[in-house]
């Protein structure tokens, strides 16, 4: 009973502090109201603002909301539990994230200024959050989870801030900021609050799920095809942008379902494989596109970065999940290491090639769009490259430091339970078969 008063109490401050806060400094956005716009803002360039009819913010919110939330939900023992945890999570951390993330980039005169791209680029810090969830899921309260969301969101949106804004990096599909950044963050937490005596615990028998597990993935996979598409190309600074990001998304993701047929009866001697691994596949196959969709990837070379992705995902839960647990100490509870992690890292990769073998013969009137700065001439293709690639370890490096310090935030005695009472009181939420989530 503590406990779940532990929980009730702490969400009461935290609502009560974000409505404070909004009280104070969110306000709407001028852009909402035609000519309104004051000069310091550059209202062309977040024309997303102007109407939250777009497609782009509903595919977003539905894909965050929805999406996110039905991969954890094929866990056993865990489906109804999950529905409820990341309804919190996500009412949470989008109104911490619009505060947060309007003291960065809608901010002025002493106000944020809210529309539909600032609930857009909430959505995105959400859905890392959800992604760092996967890799702690068994292990932490869900207090612990609120507290979590709270320090990652802070953290997400600086690492966001220094890419996008003050180095110029081009990722408007989030492969760093969203895939990589989430992942690995959720890792070294994971790494920080490693227990080994709860492995050994003895489980008790548990009937069988794979029907409930089937249709949660069904579901998960279905809005993934429909709506991940927007999700990549919804940060796209104009319309015209979008229309490679759709396509390369597309493209890559039906080459990495295709891989996962292909692999995963040789590697887990199925005759086809289940919906949890095409879901999975199909994370990986958009997660890499990440960055470059919007770039020049062309449809061949989406196909095949998505095959190639298709492929390394089962592997890696097959032979690389496992060395993570035994010699990492890591417990990834839904092995986002290989769908959110690696497919992240990849896409970076791509995306700095990309942006060497960018110019204004192949792009056209798009490389004003992709990569301003180098259209402009004040930065040349291998700058920005060069731009790109660093990102990469800063970001890593920014989720290792900021995954160990919200870790052993958490570790704290007056965070945890004992192993008996979270057992007792959290069961149906919080113990799963970690087993289940990399098909052991």
Known sequence: A??????????????????????????????????????????SRRNQDSSFQQPGFQDVHIQVLLSFGLLVAFLSRYGPGSAAISILIIAFTIQWAVLIQGFFYFFLNGKIYVGAQSMVSADFCTAAVLISTGAVLGRVNPVQMLLLSLLEVTLCTLNEYILLSLMGVSDSGRSLTVHTFGAYFGLMVSRVLYQPHKDKRKREERQDTRRQTDVFAVAGTIYLWIFWPSFTSATTVHDNAKDWAVLNTYCSLAASTVATFILSPVVYEESTPRMVQIQDAALAGMAVMGMAGEMLVTPFGALITGFLVGLISPLGFRFFTPVLHSRLKIQDTCGVHNIHGLPGILGALLGTLLALMATADTYGDRLELVFPLVAMGSRTVTDQALIQLSALPLTLLLAALGGCLTGAVLKTKVLRCSPDVQYMENTVFWEVKLGNCWYG
């Open 2 to 43: 503590a406990w779940r008063l532990r929980l009730s109490g702490l969400c009461f401050l935290l609502q009560i502090l974000n409505i404070l806060l909004f009280a104070v400094f969110v306000r709407y956005s001028p852009e909402s109201s035609p000519g309104q716009c004051p000069p310091q803002w550059n209202c």
